[in-house]
Antibody, heavy 119, light 112 residues
């Protein structure tokens, strides 16, 4: 069974940094592009970015590129999202997803990690 | 960014009835390779989103044939026939023809 389990969410102050993790199981992690998507409390969905199966290439939504970094450790089957200089508008549930051949086709989602940015 | 406009925002339906959700894009979603990257997701209450339809009309594994996707260019539709209780939730369209991928605002399918 394919599973993606995020962790690392919580309450953080504006300007702080936070790193989310996503542990994958049930499939060969190193065969897949992976991505992060977030959903605000108002239910707005936003694609954050993705990373090639070998970690050699990343893409980011332009609005987030300067503050968010996606990385992976294939030996640990783990995907990461480093968030820096967080703002209140980063308050959201962050989902780790598996991409199926094509960007935008996300055939597996984690349960989500909740991040709240507040002083 | 490509703006995805979903209508209606809320869609009351009766069990066993039919539902139709529209998704319109601010630009054509036909890629230079000829493919159209428009996908549909369902988020059931309290759950993560799940893939329903990819590239306009391809049902993902395990998705019942009650779900069908159609459309071209800038105008797309998701139809659900014989609505069942497990179909209730928030439906989102997503385009990935243009970078960055962008979602519609969602349509809430609820009981009438």
């Amino acid at each position: 069974e394919v599973q993606l389990v995020e962790s690392g969410g919580g309450l953080v102050k504006p300007g702080a940094s936070l790193k989310l993790s996503c542990v994958a199981s049930g499939f060969t992690f190193s065969d897949y592009w992976m991505s992060w998507v977030r959903q605000t409390p108002g239910k707005t969905m936003e694609w954050i970015g993705d990373i090639k199966y070998d970690g050699s290439y990343t893409n980011y939504a332009p609005s987030l590129k300067n503050r968010f970094t996606i990385s992976r450790d294939n030996a640990k089957s783990t995907l990461y999202l480093q968030m820096s200089n967080v703002r209140s508008e980063d308050t959201a549930t962050y989902y780790c997803t598996r991409e199926r051949a094509t960007r935008g086709v996300m055939d597996a989602w984690g349960q989500g990690a909740s991040v709240t940015v507040s002083s | 960014d490509v703006v995805m406009t979903q209508t209606p925002v809320s869609l009351p339906v009766s069990l066993g009835g039919q539902a139709s959700i529209s998704c319109r894009s601010s630009q054509s979603l036909v890629h230079s390779n000829g493919n159209t990257y428009l996908h549909w997701y369902l988020q059931k209450p309290g759950q993560s989103p799940q893939l329903l339809i990819y590239r306009v009309s391809n049902r993902f594994s395990g998705v019942p044939d009650r779900f069908s996707g159609s459309g071209s260019g800038t105008d797309f539709t998701l139809k659900i026939s014989r609505v069942e209780p497990e179909d209730l939730g928030d439906y989102y369209c997503l385009q990935s023809t243009h970078f960055p991928p962008t979602f519609g605002a969602g349509t809430k399918l609820e009981l009438k």
